[in-house]
């Protein structure tokens, strides 16, 4: 059973940071894209930003380009999303999600992602 677990959250004033961490205890965690998705109060889930298998290739949605950075660390099961610059717009719950694929393409679509973690919740104030 592949459980993210996603760590990191919290209330931050606009223009402050975060790293948000999602843990992935699975063996063969280096065989899965990762990808951070986010869910504001009364809106559908939307793609953040994602890392192909070895972190070789990223994608990142317009709104957050820039200002947000995602890795990986294969060898401790480790993904993270380093969040700069945050702006009250960016309030939502950030889920972490896996993919098991071969290509190189990162899905940004969420019916694509496999597994989920429980999300954590970041508050920006004005």
């Known amino acids: 059973q592949v459980q993210p677990t996603e760590s990191g959250g919290g209330l931050v004033q606009s223009g402050g940071s975060l790293r948000l961490s999602c843990r992935v205890p699975?063996?063969?965690?280096?065989?899965?894209?990762m990808a951070w998705f986010r869910q504001a109060p009364g809106l559908g889930r939307e793609f953040v930003s994602g890392?192909?298998?070895?972190?070789?290739?990223?994608k990142y949605a317009e709104a957050v380009k820039g200002r947000f950075t995602i890795s990986r660390d294969n060898a401790e099961n480790m993904v993270y999303l380093q969040m700069n610059n945050l702006e009250p717009k960016d309030t939502a719950i950030y889920y972490c999600?896996?993919?098991?694929?071969?290509?190189?393409?990162?899905?940004?679509?969420?019916?694509?992602?496999?597994?989920w973690g429980q999300g954590t919740q970041v508050t920006v104030s004005s």
């Open positions: 999600a896996a993919r098991p694929s071969t290509e190189l393409i990162i899905a940004t679509t969420s019916d694509l992602y496999d597994y």
């Open positions: 699975e063996r063969t965690f280096a065989r899965y894209h």
């Open positions: 890392i192909s298998r070895a972190g070789s290739e990223t």
